[in-house]
């Protein structure tokens, strides 16, 4: 009950930072900070690498396993797309 | 003493979060932006490769190479017309892993013997209900607009009360598995309720309202990620999770004002059903024209502004686009585009489409910076957009899009709206536009046509 106190409090003052940080985005980045957002929330596979690693019920193991690979697609993709997409934003020389 | 260094990690990764999208909001520090964030989730990966829990490096290397390998074909092989499916993807995935995570957390905790607390329970259901909508949602929104499911508003008498129910029931569920964690079942059964709710609630929305809900689903997959972190009792998720959760609800509250209707308006209203009567306002007024005349008209403009919308995107006009641009440029036209916000289906559709072909992005205007401008624009062209240059958003109170900021290309001297037929957009409402005495319509794909006027300019000159 403390811990979760605690760690609503982190939650709350992050989604302030969150709101905070992310002002005036201009239309041109909606795109490629949404895909890069996303990446971030692939953060989940923090959890994933635990489940599939340690020892654990196969069934748990397989659920893990697959929260894995759905994660990292997640990370992997979602970065690199991103990054791929505002290589294509330039100005003009 | 080792735990606080994984934690001091953890806290390093999402401190570059944070940075990564501060610089991702902004064009000159984007790039850089999303390398800070790369190299938060490269932090936190590596730091939780040194739990003492992680006993089997086999399953990981087996998940992280399929994952790396899948991820990395779809981001370099996608093509940008192709980019709001692929968000809608990366999306669910995002959702689905952190419910997953969420459930081998609740099998973990029983088979370790003890009695799982209830805040750890409530956070699994958490987890568990937002994670399923997330992912089923996004499936929906991913078949909408790979056009495998209609992409029409599905809608039935007495929706509302079914999507009530339907959420209501997993509630239930969730509430049982609280008081009793140890029938996992439960578990299950509320992610299938959950799962229903998701193709419910996605099913009921038309694809113009795309951005909408791709931008919320975004929203979502940060908020599951974060109940995640409560159940792991881990702060970088949260963190991550409540960064993105608050950067998507940004983006969904941008598109709701380019529309000028509420979220609730958007999820539950009854907009893309068909309301038109279908009066004759285009009769005897609607004045066809050729790619040849069009070509003339251009001859003589000085400043032309260019507004794509969806119909660019499905015809993939964008390369024509972009030669037309570069002609008009080189006989020193002034060209630009004006992008309306919800253009295309996905936030910033129209924007990614245009700078994969070389448009420098100074030259795509903002609907409050390019409004301005019509009434000293010589040729706006339209190619496949409808509902965002409705002037009945202006003028009528009670049209299903009033008071929506549009596009007010009426007020250039020559409007050229390149499109298939008269039918309405998906607000199903007529265009007066189409009708106005300084409109001309092209009726032909949008591809074919810009193409042609391309063609015609180079031979006349």
């Known amino acids: 009950m403390d811990n979760f106190v605690m760690y609503l409090t982190v939650f709350v003052l992050a989604m302030f930072v969150g709101f905070e940080v992310i002002t005036k985005v201009p239309p041109t980045l909606h795109t490629p900070l949404m895909s890069g957002a996303n990446a971030i929330s692939g953060i989940t596979i923090v959890g994933a690498l635990i ?4 020892e654990n019920t196969f069934l748990a193991k397989v659920l893990g396993l697959i929260a894995l ?16 997409m505002l290589g294509m934003f330039r100005r003009k020389e | 003493m080792k735990e606080v260094l994984v934690n001091l990690a953890y806290l390093i990764s999402a401190s570059l979060f944070i940075f990564g999208l501060k610089n991702l909001s902004h064009p000159r520090t984007a790039v850089r932006g999303n390398m800070i964030g790369a190299l938060g989730m490269l932090v936190a990966v590596l730091v939780t490769l040194l739990d003492r829990r992680i006993v089997d490096i086999t399953t990981i290397i087996v998940g992280l190479t399929t994952g790396a390998v899948v991820g990395t074909v779809l981001a370099l092989r996608v093509q940008m017309t192709a980019m709001p499916q692929l968000v809608a993807v990366f999306n669910g995935l995002g959702g689905g892993a952190s419910a997953l995570v969420a459930g081998t957390a609740l099998y973990e905790s029983l088979s370790g013997g003890g009695e799982p607390g209830f805040w750890f329970t409530a956070s699994v259901v958490a987890s568990g209900i937002i994670g399923a909508v997330t992912f089923f949602g996004s499936g929906v929104a991913f078949g909408k607009l790979q056009g495998i499911i209609k992409e029409r508003p ?18 239930f569920a969730g509430l049982l598995l609280i008081k009793n964690p140890d029938r996992t079942a439960l578990y299950w059964v509320m992610i299938l309720f959950s799962s229903v709710l998701g193709v419910l609630l996605t099913i009921a929305i038309g694809g113009a309202d795309m951005p909408v809900v791709i931008a919320l689903l975004n929203s979502y997959s940060g908020l599951a990620a974060s109940a995640t972190g409560f159940v792991l009792e881990n702060s970088a998720l949260i963190i991550s999770g409540s960064l993105v959760g608050a950067s998507g609800m940004i983006l969904t509250n941008l598109m709701c004002k380019a529309m000028n209707r509420s979220l609730l308006n958007v999820l539950f209203g009854g907009f893309g059903e068909v309301v038109s009567t279908e009066e004759d306002i285009y009769e005897g007024k609607v004045k066809a024209t050729s790619p040849e005349e069009v070509a003339l008209i251009l001859e003589t403009a000085r400043r032309v502004v260019i507004v794509p919308g969806y119909g660019m995107a499905v015809a993939q006009a964008q390369y024509a686009v972009r030669d037309l641009y570069n002609l008009l440029e080189s006989r020193g036209v002034e060209v630009e585009f004006g992008i309306h916000p919800v253009a295309g289906r996905m936030p910033g559709h129209m924007n990614v489409l245009l700078a994969e072909v070389d448009i420098p992005y100074d030259k795509m205007k903002e609907l409050e910076e390019i409004n301005p401008t019509f009434e000293q624009t010589d040729v706006v062209i339209v190619i496949g957009a409808n509902d965002v240059v409705n002037p009945l958003a202006n003028t009528d109170p009670k049209s299903p899009i009033a008071g929506m900021p549009v596009l007010e290309v009426w007020k250039a001297k020559t409007v050229v709206v390149i499109k298939r037929s008269l039918s309405p957009g998906f607000a199903g409402v007529p265009n007066p536009l189409f009708a106005m005495d300084n409109t001309l319509m092209l009726f032909m794909d949008a591809k074919k046509a810009v193409q042609e006027i391309v063609n015609a300019l180079k031979e006349s000159s």
Do not use: C, M, P
């Open chain 2, 154 to 171: 599905i809608r039935y008498s007495g929706e509302q009360v079914v999507k009530a129910v339907v959420f209501g029931l997993a509630l």
């Open chain 1, 51 to 54: 489940a599939s690693g340690s």
């Open chain 1, 69 to 84: 690979i759905f994660a990292t697609i997640n990370v992997v993709g979602g970065f690199l797309v991103t990054h791929r």
